[in-house]
């Protein structure tokens, strides 16, 4: 049945689901991924296809999955289960909702792995261990930490208690107090690391780098790259956004909400971007997508710089709140989930839940290491889990739309986004049943391709 307000509590205001969307769509992506991706497409005018996807593609699911959510007020699975059957449609579409947080959970346990690499550069920044190393030491330093699964465990262990430590504390004591603390602290890095930037004499050159448009380097393949980024950068198809929705205000206005959560998602990135490019310029390096970016490029350019390792230091802090925050995003779903279907306190479930993430992060962390030579279907454990999340996010990002667009009953979809305009309500719902599975469907078929070949 339906409630006034989720058991597990509420957001203290509408600020603070902002907040907490902005911490889940801040990750790793908007690190290692964002900036070089901008600068080789095309950059002003990737820039611009990046928020045309944004605009018609994930934030009209972004606005279906606050709808669902919120009407619920309860976890991603009851929350389509009750939404499709009072639209007359079949219980199973909780399947859907089962899929989203079976990926978050599954996110969560290697990303928490990567999270602890992040801690561990967090010490050996700060103790000096990466001073004067050139780009062959660092990586042999990398490689060395991926080896050693004991130096892993420990990381990726502490990072878990802590997602599981905010967690169980509930809504208000937990998720909210966190994201008003951690937030602002990772704001306040960047706007440290921006004015670090700024002294390196290579800021202009980065602004060039990513905002000069070349269309020239525009293709297919850029347009599907700013698809599937806008997807997971803002935490879709994985029920996150939809569970943090269920503990928004009932009189909170949906559609400035998401467009807020897109436009600072995509401002810190372009921030985090300036950063990133200004300083692998100024150590004169070479940009390359992907971890070795964040766990070699950057740490030999930070520690070539003058003042390098403090703001090198401040930079992993930046990287460790913003995967951290987006982390403890992905528990929740199952959390949610798990306290309400079996009627557990949240300490319980999460505890349970972070156990069994954990577990599998083991797993994972060891097939970096001492069990390599372990393969399940061809790839390590860390490859597999990897793999089935980047085709589970599409498809549940796939299920949402077809469901909003196509099944549920149009009055409640509606009443809840309270849009003023009919025209822009017909919009949403066209762009959610043709346009939105069309373009999540390419990501999906990008994403098989890539896992099958590549
Ligand atoms: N958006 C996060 C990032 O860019 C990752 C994430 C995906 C977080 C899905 C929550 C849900 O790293």
């Known amino acids: 049945m339906r409630q006034m307000l989720s058991i597990q509590g509420s957001w203290s205001n509408r600020w603070i689901f902002i907040l907490a969307a902005m911490g889940s769509s801040v990750g790793l992506g908007n690190i290692w991924m964002f900036p070089v991706m901008t600068g080789q497409h095309g950059g002003g005018a990737f820039i611009l296809i990046y928020l045309l996807c944004m605009l018609l593609v994930a934030v009209p699911i972004m606005m279906a999955e606050v709808v669902i959510g919120r009407h619920a007020r309860q976890n991603p699975v009851n929350a389509i289960e009750d939404a499709a059957v009072s639209a007359g449609a079949s219980k199973r579409w909780r399947f859907v909702g089962i899929l989203a947080i079976l990926s978050g959970f599954l996110i969560f346990s290697y990303y928490s792995v990567v999270a602890g690499w992040v801690l561990h550069y967090l010490v050996a920044m700060i103790t000096g261990q990466l001073n004067g190393l050139g780009v062959e030491q660092t990586s042999s330093f990398f490689n060395a930490l991926l080896a050693d699964s004991g130096m892993l465990l420990l990381w990726h262990s502490l990072f878990v208690l802590l997602v599981i430590w905010v967690l169980g504390q509930g809504i208000e004591r937990g998720l909210d107090r966190a994201m008003r603390f951690l937030m602002p602290v990772l704001f306040l890095m960047l706007f440290m690391l921006l004015g670090f930037a700024l002294t390196t004499g290579e800021f202009v050159s980065a602004t060039e780098?990513?905002?000069?448009?070349?269309?020239?380097?525009?293709?297919?393949?850029?347009?599907?790259?700013?698809?599937?980024?806008?997807?997971?950068?803002?935490?879709?198809?994985?029920?996150?956004i939809m569970a943090y929705s269920a503990y928004m205000g009932k009189s909170d206005a949906i559609t400035p909400t998401v467009i807020a959560v897109g436009v600072f998602d995509t401002l810190v990135a372009l921030l985090i971007g300036l950063v990133v490019v200004t300083v692998v310029m100024a150590a004169q390096m070479e940009l390359r997508a992907g971890p070795g970016l964040l766990f070699v490029t950057l740490p030999v350019a930070f520690v070539q710089l003058p003042g390098g390792q403090v703001f090198g230091f401040l930079f992993f802090l930046l990287a460790a709140v913003a995967a951290l925050t987006s982390a403890i995003s992905l528990l929740e779903p199952a959390t949610a989930w798990v306290t309400e279907r079996f009627k557990w306190s949240r300490a319980r479930a999460v505890l349970l839940l972070g156990v069994l993430a954990w577990g599998l992060g083991v797993a994972a962390l060891f097939s970096l290491g001492q069990l390599s030579d372990l393969r399940l279907l061809g790839v390590s454990i860390f490859d597999l889990i990897d793999t089935t999340t980047i085709l589970f996010l599409p498809m549940g990002g796939i299920?949402?739309?077809?469901?909003?667009?196509?099944?549920?009953?149009?009055?409640?979809?509606l009443s809840e986004l309270a849009l003023s305009s009919a025209t822009l309500a017909a919009l949403w719902l066209w762009l959610l049943r043709f346009i939105a599975p069309a373009a999540v469907g390419l990501i999906f078929v990008m994403n098989l391709y890539n896992a099958l070949y590549s």
């Not at 299920?399 to 979809?413: F, H, I, S, T």
């Open 399 to 413: 299920a949402v739309a077809l469901l909003a667009g196509w099944v549920l009953d149009k009055e409640m979809l």
């Open 209 to 240: 780098y990513l905002f000069n448009v070349h269309p020239q380097d525009i293709s297919w393949d850029s347009v599907l790259i700013a698809l599937g980024h806008s997807f997971f950068t803002l935490a879709l198809g994985v029920g996150v």
